[in-house]
């Protein structure tokens, strides 16, 4: 048992350091739920690409460097120590793409992958409907069968589609076989949000930017090139996903170590005005620093050949709570000017919403006590009731 | 990089489970806290049989020279089972602080002994059957007499004052030249930690064991939310506490050892205390009863929180390494 890196991991982490140091911009790009800030975090993600940081673990001829799950994460370690912008591709590259590489043809992967790498095309998730949230295998929105164009025609309304106000593509389950019930008869689909027939209406999220929007599709036509896995296989398809999303991909710990220093920094600036916050910069720094433990025994495990299964949703609670504990310690600090926006102010309003999306912490602790501990589900005849 | 224990610490691990669970461990436990240790002792040896007693005494002195990630593996088995007795000062703290090759060399091989150092640690465990009994003044390793006896809130923890003798006998030379036994106290928490994350394991599951079987309002009382929330976050806390144990174990002699150390007696600190209460919640009266086992470890993980160091002692650790105040 050991956590040190070999000389070539040492090597990638010096080189990925001194760029980002050298490339990071100095300021804060704008808001990327704007039109200028989506537009500049394009640009910063076209210059990650051009050095070939923009999605180090994949193959070289997407746009990645063949990096190993170590070397992602030292690389995601850097990246945040570095401050550098959020990832307006995030949706794309951490969630999509894994399954395109498990599940996708080969002309999928290489009509899809380079430009999702490069942020040149961005992609919304459209999970949720309207009467489908955390019960997400009762959605309705449908798809019908169009053999003379060979392809599909897709109908109904999704909901809180992160980036999906100015994302050009977008990625979810329709139901494409009506006599099948929940998990059943669902396809994953995939398609351009300029489509005919679909609308994309913005929403604003409470800090007042269109973080969100609601898509409604009208007779969408998708051909069968753009289907994901075999169709009625969608929920096994994106369940991968799901794993993925609440698990290693989507929230690195280098998020949390890097906040979790910059609230350490805080303390030595305010910590005299309000020492009573002492223990929560002390738990922060802990959590923060088991989250970066904790990753590395799954990286181990992962790269042993094991799976992350129900693991995700372990860390999917714990890395939720920290954050907002985390931003709420430093509020606490800032006192009387703690309301004046600042990067604390937008961290804390992002990180309200972490025990709510993929999969609330409420579903979250259902898989943990049930596929973790074995605890019993919930009764068929209690589950019916709350259907009706 | 490879964070995952070795299959030769799994089988360590499982060698010891499968010892204590063959040994009535909670009967043993129970005999001990009404002074009847003969079973307790009896025990005591066959753990030294598996090695438990020599993992730190380096093997010129008799012992194993493992590494303290082993340790750790050993010492969240005896969490797991309660298993009574000052183990944390005879197997950890004592052969690190020690001088005298004699002395490690007999506990190495089984023998007992015990150790006051205040302030972190006011009394000295069991003191009546240690066949060394030491005090630690000021970084200074001092024999010591027993004195008046304490009960404590875990019944099996049997706490006597002691009295220092004059002789000096032992304490490690710093490159300063004071003696310290610094390195020993942190080695001690890191023991403790662990005992306290298999006392959080144990309350876990059987805990979980209990609501799958508890029926009321015609259904495993384990398949309404309002229990099955609770537990998964205990198994959430203690996820994130044993990486903190196993990562301090492998800093134990770089600069972050008091940092990392302490950190870890935090996070586990805390989610032991969780797996307790909740354990005694979702157990209902018969968690209460000292008849049932459960007690055994409710009460140890009260106790050991603020054993070697309390929760406030070790995040004022953990701050002033992290602001250069070390």
């Not at chain 1, 990638?12 to 704008?30: C, D, G, I, Y």
């Not at chain 1, 223990?279 to 433990?293: P, S």
């Amino acid at each position: 048992m050991n956590l040190d890196f070999s000389e070539a991991e040492l090597a990638f982490q010096t080189q990925a350091r001194n760029w980002l140091k050298a490339n990071v911009p100095a300021e804060p790009l704008p808001s990327m739920d704007t039109a200028v800030g989506f537009r500049a975090h394009q640009d910063w993600e076209a210059r990650l690409t051009d050095a070939r940081y923009s999605v180090v673990s994949w193959p070289e001829e997407y746009h990645g460097r063949g990096a190993s799950l170590i070397e992602w994460v030292i690389f995601e370690e850097e990246y945040y120590r570095a401050g550098a912008p959020g990832r307006v591709s995030q949706n794309g590259i951490f969630l999509l793409a894994p399954i395109i590489f498990e599940h996708g043809t080969r002309e999928q992967q290489d009509r899809y992958l380079p430009t999702m790498a490069s942020g040149e095309k961005i992609w919304a998730q459209a999970w949720s409907e309207p009467e489908a949230g955390s019960d997400l295998a009762s959605i309705r929105s449908t798809a019908t069968r169009d053999d003379e164009r060979g392809g599909w025609l897709l109908n109904g309304q999704k909901t809180w589609s992160s980036r999906a106000t100015f994302a050009h593509c977008g990625f979810g389950l329709f139901r494409s076989d009506p006599s099948a019930e929940r998990h059943n008869g669902l396809t994953y689909f995939l398609f351009p949000l300029d489509s005919a027939g679909i609308t994309v209406r913005p929403i604003a999220q409470l800090d007042g930017e269109a973080g969100f929007a609601e898509i409604f599709f009208e007779d969408v036509f998708v051909p069968d090139a753009d289907v994901l896995g075999a169709p009625g296989d969608g929920w096994r398809v994106a369940m991968s996903t799901a794993g993925n999303e609440r698990g290693l991909s989507l929230r690195s710990p280098g998020r949390f170590c890097a906040a979790a220093d910059r609230l350490v920094e805080l303390w030595k600036e305010r910590g005299a005005d309000h020492p009573e916050s002492w223990d929560g910069v002390v738990d922060a720094w802990v959590k923060a620093q088991a989250y970066r433990l904790y990753t590395w025994g799954t990286v181990t495990r992962l790269a042993d050949g094991g799976e992350m299964g129900a693991a995700g949703s372990v860390n999917k609670v714990f890395w939720s709570e920290l954050d907002i504990s985390l931003h709420e310690t430093a509020l606490d600090l800032l006192g009387p000017e703690s309301e004046v926006e600042s990067t604390w102010t937008d961290g804390y309003l992002f990180s309200l919403a972490g025990p709510i999306y993929a999969g609330t912490n409420e579903i979250q602790r259902n898989i943990v006590a049930e596929r973790i501990l074995g605890l019993p589900r919930e009764p068929k005849v209690v589950q019916k009731m709350v259907q009706r | 990089m490879r964070f995952e224990l070795t299959d030769e610490q799994t089988g360590f691990a499982a060698a010891i489970d499968k010892l204590l669970s063959s040994s009535d461990a909670s009967a043993v436990a129970r005999a001990w806290s009404v002074d009847d240790t003969g079973p307790g002792l009896a025990l005591w040896k066959q753990l030294a049989g598996l090695g438990v007693n020599a993992l730190l005494t380096e093997e010129a002195q008799g012992g194993a020279g493992a590494e303290p990630i082993d340790m750790v593996v050993g010492f969240e088995q005896l969490g797991r089972h309660a298993v009574p007795g000052p183990w944390v000062e005879s197997a950890v703290f004592l052969p690190v602080a020690l001088g005298s090759d004699e002395a490690v060399g007999a506990l190495a091989a089984g023998g007992i002994g015990t150790v006051c150092a205040p302030p972190h640690v006011p009394y000295a465990l069991d003191a009546d059957v240690a066949e060394q009994v030491y005090v630690v003044v000021d970084g200074v390793m001092r024999g010591a007499t027993t004195g008046a006896r304490h009960r404590s809130v875990d019944p099996t923890r049997r706490l006597f004052e002691v009295v220092s003798t004059s002789s000096t006998t032992g304490g490690q030379p710093t490159t300063g030249g004071q003696p310290t036994t610094d390195r020993a106290f942190d080695l001690a928490v890191l023991a403790t930690s662990a005992q306290l994350l298999g006392c959080g394991e144990r309350l876990l599951a059987d805990s979980v064991s209990y609501v799958k079987q508890r029926k009321q309002f015609g259904r495993e009382i384990g398949s309404y939310q309002a229990i099955k929330h609770h537990l998964a976050d205990v198994r959430i806390a203690l996820d994130f506490a044993r990486p903190l144990i196993q990562g301090a174990a492998l800093t134990i002699d770089s600069p972050d050892r008091a940092r990392d150390v302490s950190a870890a007696k935090v996070a586990v600190a805390e989610a032991a205390y969780l797996a307790a209460r909740t354990g005694l919640q979702v157990h209902g009266a018969i968690g209460y009863t000292a008849e049932f086992d459960l007690s055994l470890w409710i009460t140890k993980v009260r106790a050991l929180v603020a054993a070697w160091g309390t929760p406030a002692y070790h995040r004022g650790r953990v701050l002033a390494a992290l602001t250069g105040e070390r």
